[in-house]
């Protein structure tokens, strides 16, 4: 079975500093994929980046980068030069196998708030 | 280019009502995903379907939940006999193929049992 775990219930960080939001996952399949939502207090569920395990360079889209150590079973999210729009919660996601979307188990979720 | 649409976004049933909740995939996605999300909780699966067939429902639970999506129309998640342990925001997802990385996510519909 598979497993998130996000470690972090709730992150603060100063706008315009970078901030790293953890993320580590457990699974026995060698073919997955992982995947970071945003949640504002809207409501809605943002997808912001993915990674496949068998991607070799770290997904990267625009602000948002995943640290993916796959030996460590991380797959961490970086956000730099934070905005305070980026205030929100965060989900990471894991889907098997890699590329198919057919279930995601989410992590807890971790509450980031920028600070002005 | 309308996303996955959701009606209604909040929705309050008495105890022992029936909650219809709607998704209208995003056009030309053939495969949509139902989630549910407690309070203070990740978003957890409850079953994915194709036009009119449930390819997993492994995430549903036994009694007085069901879902279709029929050939036309959107997909429907009914719950039948609310109970209050069913307040929940309520996600629904679609894809426009089965091996697609990952979904688009409608904004939720909020049911709130009284």
């Known amino acids: 079975a598979q497993k998130i775990t996000q470690t972090q219930p709730g992150m603060f960080v100063q706008e315009k500093e970078a901030v790293t939001l953890d993320c580590t996952y457990d699974?026995?399949?060698?073919?997955?994929?992982l995947f970071w939502y945003k949640q504002p207090s809207s409501g809605e569920m943002i997808f912001l980046i993915y990674?496949?395990?068998?991607?070799?360079q770290n997904a990267t889209e625009g602000r948002y980068s995943l640290n993916f150590q796959k030996a460590r079973k991380s797959a961490n999210l970086v956000i730099s030069a934070s905005q305070l729009g980026d205030s929100a919660m965060y989900f990471c996601?894991?889907?098997?196998?890699?590329?198919?979307?057919?279930?995601?188990?989410f992590g807890s979720g971790t509450q980031l708030t920028v600070l002005p | 280019n309308a996303g996955v649409m959701q009606n209604p976004r909040h929705l309050v049933r008495r105890r022992g009502q029936e909650a219809r909740l709607r998704c209208s995939p995003m056009?030309?996605?053939?495969?949509v995903y139902w989630y549910r999300q407690l309070p203070e909780e990740g978003l957890k699966f409850m079953v994915y379907l194709q036009k009119e067939n449930i390819i997993d429902e492994s995430g549903m639970p036994k009694e007085r939940f069901s879902a279709e999506f029929p050939k036309e129309g959107p997909s429907i998640l009914r719950i039948q006999q609310v109970v209050r342990g069913d307040s929940a925001a309520y996600f629904c997802a679609s894809s426009p193929l089965r091996g697609h990385y990952g979904y688009t996510f409608g904004s939720g519909t909020r049911l709130t049992v009284v």
């Open positions: 699974t026995s399949d060698q073919s997955y994929g």
């Open positions: 996601a894991m889907s098997f196998p890699s590329g198919s979307a057919r279930q995601l188990t």
């Open positions: 056009k030309g996605h053939s495969h």
């Open positions: 990674q496949g395990s068998y991607d070799e």
